[in-house]
């Protein structure tokens, strides 16, 4: 044997049998181990193997690199669809080998268990189904639970946790304030931009005005504050009762009987359906200063004349429309970020997951609602 | 004494599981009246699912469990948060509410299902915090505190109520011997001086020596009870071989 063949275990080709030998003489780091390899891909690349035999000699169970070698280039011939033998093996590694996949055929012989097909349509489709069924289970479960502590709150609003939603209120609203008046006056900017810039062409630039304030009033504060309270507040709710759910907090709830809903979810609930109208009208505000800024600089419409069309335009009712719109997110945004806490998978990826899905799927049942509220209130 | 009574808990045939896969099956056994009593189990065995069906957490796959006279896997829900208020629960991490002083912690399950005047409610609270020696920590937040502590006063928190039935889930796990072995003491003292009914789960054989009146010893291969009876007793005389080798911390290599 050359000196060269002793960097790897022996790897030799007889009519289409190839050989894997020698392996307690060397130690397999992984230098050897990548040649070993690499020996071996070139051998299944260039010629023709029928079947492997691999020896096992002198293996004990110490010898854990050779093992995991042998799991890789035995999963390598698999895919190749070439017979595996392993011979020669100690009985010690008998229930390493059975744990690896392998199965005994002989005395002597192990080969690798064949791996079961992959499943059937219909049964990926059930699958599916049936978790989509439990998924609906057990959000109507707790769109159920929410309603009965809803209305438990309501008979009894001395039992609702008030200091925990002062709690919220303050850190969904109050520090929510500045980054709301941002948007929306931002928004307000660049509607009356692009609004002054096409009605221009047509000489009504007098109603940028109108456009500004009902797009923002009816649709867009609203829109713009959910937006804003999904990812301070949906999310921040998701993390908060998924990490409940790692610390066993929410099974400790359960345990003393209390009904978890009333006290984690309602005041959340309560204190977003109170905090996000007063965010809307404060959005509302911004947008039609942003409006009134841009309007003013860009037409040349006075502030009297502008002031004057946006109050013409835009009425209580519109005000109230986007104000209930916001009412309704509010429960949404809040039902959902504690949905997608309960559901939570109880590591730190869970929580991170929770936040995440409580943001996609609160956007999407945003627009979903608001398309639904705009028919209804037209 | 009728047996009913003298049987606080009462299990039969009962197999457990998440999803298909089974951990324990048909597994039966009963605790007594203001026992301690021990479920024993390496690592896995499924101790703490135990106690998940016992509280009523998970649901198990089939048999039943019988607390107080009530089949508690057959019963509606209002009437299961009605009996679990008769529980106590101290999880493995401890499990308080971190959003809440220890003294709002406690007093949480109080003023929810007592009618006690607030003022009152603190004051048991403290009572209760002075049971387990943390006097004086009424105000501190769960996070100020050190695992002995929290484990300390989640288990004030689970005598809240005063329950009839008190499940402790691995409660000196993660605590040094010394802590461990006072948490015993603790558990002793409660059980002696309310005479609740302690249900513990854990693998530290110290603990189950000192405290438990009697041990269940689950095994995770044959998914069933391998042996019951009183600690010492099984521990020189258990027909099973891997009881006594576990209870003696012997382990024999095959």
């Known amino acids: 044997m050359s000196a060269q063949d002793l960097t790897i275990p022996e790897i030799k080709i007889i009519e289409k049998t190839l050989f894997i030998s020698a392996f307690p003489i060397i130690d397999m780091n992984a230098a050897v181990t990548n040649n070993a390899y690499n020996k071996i891909l070139h051998f299944i690349k260039t010629t023709q193997i029928q079947n492997v035999v691999i020896d096992l000699a002198g293996i004990t169970q110490q010898q854990q690199k050779v093992i995991a070698f042998l799991d890789s280039s035995v999963s390598l011939f698999m895919k190749h669809k070439i017979i595996v033998d392993v011979t020669n093996i100690a009985p010690e590694l008998n229930s390493i080998l059975t744990e690896l996949g392998f199965v005994r055929t002989s005395k002597e012989v192990f080969i690798r268990h064949i791996k079961l097909k992959s499943k059937s349509i219909f049964l990926t489709v059930g699958e599916a189904s049936l978790k989509f069924y439990e998924d609906m289970r057990s959000f109507l479960g707790f769109v159920g639970e929410i309603c009965s502590a809803l209305f438990y709150s309501v008979l009894h609003p001395r039992n609702i946790q008030w200091k925990e939603a002062l709690y919220y209120m303050d850190r969904t609203g109050a520090d929510g304030v500045p980054i709301v008046f941002l948007v929306c006056f931002l928004m307000g900017c660049i509607l009356a931009y692009q609004g002054s810039v096409q009605m221009g062409k047509f000489g009504l630039s007098i109603f940028v005005s109108d456009l500004v304030g009902l797009a923002i009033i009816k649709e867009l504060s609203a829109l713009m504050v959910s937006m804003v309270c999904i990812g301070r507040a949906g999310s921040a709710f998701a993390a908060e009762i998924g990490t409940m759910q790692v610390s066993e907090e929410i099974d400790a709830m359960e345990t003393m009987g209390l009904r978890t809903a009333r006290f984690l979810v309602i005041p959340k609930v309560i204190a977003l359906a109170i905090v996000m109208p007063l965010l809307t009208i404060v959005g509302d505000v911004a947008g039609i200063l942003g409006g009134t800024l841009v309007g003013v600089l860009k037409t040349g419409v006075t502030l009297q004349q502008y002031y004057d069309r946006t109050i013409l335009a835009v009425g209580f009712q519109n005000v109230m429309e986007g104000v209930t719109k916001s009412i309704v997110f509010a429960i949404l945004i809040a039902c959902v970020g504690c949905l997608r806490g309960y559901e939570a998978e109880r590591d730190a990826k869970g929580v991170g997951k929770a936040a995440t899905s409580s943001v996609v799927s609160g956007v999407f049942l945003i627009v979903v609602a608001d398309g639904i509220l705009t028919i209804i209130f037209n | ?254």
Request: charge should be negative; include cysteine.
């Open chain 2, 1 to 254: 004494m009728n047996h009913q009574e003298e049987h606080i808990i009462e299990v039969e045939n009962l197999t457990v599981g998440y999803g298909e896969s089974v951990i324990l099956e048909n597994i039966s056994f009963f605790v007594k009246k203001s026992e301690v009593f021990a479920i024993l189990g390496g690592s896995g065995s499924g101790k703490s699912t135990i106690i998940k069906n016992l509280t009523g957490l998970n649901e198990p796959i089939t048999g039943t469990i019988i607390i107080d006279g009530i089949d508690t896997v057959n019963v509606k829900d209002e009437k299961l948060v009605e009996l679990r208020r008769n529980y106590g629960v101290l999880y493995q991490s401890g499990a308080l509410f971190s959003s809440l002083t220890l003294e709002e912690n406690i007093a949480l399950p109080l003023l929810e299902y007592s009618d006690y005047p607030k003022d009152v409610v603190y004051s048991i609270a403290k009572v209760k915090l002075n049971m387990v020696g943390l006097s004086g920590y009424e105000k501190y937040m769960p996070y100020e505190l050190s695992g002995g502590m929290r484990k300390r006063a989640a288990l004030a928190r689970a005598m809240a109520l005063d329950p009839k039935i008190l499940f402790l889930d691995e409660p000196s796990a993660g605590l040094d011997p010394i802590n461990s072995a006072k948490l015993d003491d603790l558990i002793l003292k409660l059980n002696c001086i309310t005479g609740v009914t302690i249900v513990v789960v854990t693998h530290e054989l110290e603990s189950i020596f000192a405290v438990a009146d009697r041990v269940i010893i689950v095994d995770k291969k044959t998914k069933s009870i391998l042996d019951e009876g009183c600690p010492s007793r099984l521990k020189g005389n258990s027909k099973n071989e891997w009881v006594r080798n576990f209870l003696n911390r012997k382990y024999l290599r095959s």
